[in-house]
Nanobody, 123 residues
Framework: QVQLVESGGGLVQTGGSLRLSCAAS????????MGWFRQAPGKERQFVAT????????YYADSVKGRFTISRDNAKNTVFLQMTSLKPEDTAVYYC????????????????WGQGTQVTVSS
């Protein structure tokens, strides 16, 4: 069992930056690939980024490539999402998720989810 708790969301102006954190419980965090997803009102959950258990091979959605960076600290059981050059269309609830099978852009393949943190980008 892995419990995930996101933090770091908030209100930011266009062009601003935020750093999201996702703290995981348990001693098996380093076995899981981690992903970030987001969901805007009335829309489906959308893939943002994923990273391998060791912290390598980050993979991004085209919409965030070059602006967002996913990273992890296995010693602290935490995964991060550094977001820069934020746009109003980045506004959503952001979720982190854990996948024992490896990196994936498909939400259904993830085993555990956090409760989400709201990111709002004002124009």
């Amino acid at each position: 069992q892995v419990q995930l708790v996101e933090s770091g969301g908030g209100l930011v102006q266009t062009g601003g930056s935020l750093r999201l954190s996702c703290a995981a419980s348990g001693r098996t965090f380093s076995k899981y690939a981690m992903g970030w997803f987001r969901q805007a009102p009335g829309k489906e959950r959308q893939f943002v980024a994923t990273i391998s258990p060791s912290g390598g091979s980050p993979y991004y959605a085209d919409s965030v490539k070059g602006r967002f960076t996913i990273s992890r600290d296995n010693a602290k059981n935490t995964v991060f999402l550094q977001m820069t050059s934020l746009k109003p269309e980045d506004t959503a609830v952001y979720y982190c998720a854990a996948n024992l099978a490896g990196r994936s852009a498909t939400p259904d393949e993830y085993d555990y989810w956090g409760q989400g943190t709201q990111v709002t980008v004002s124009s």
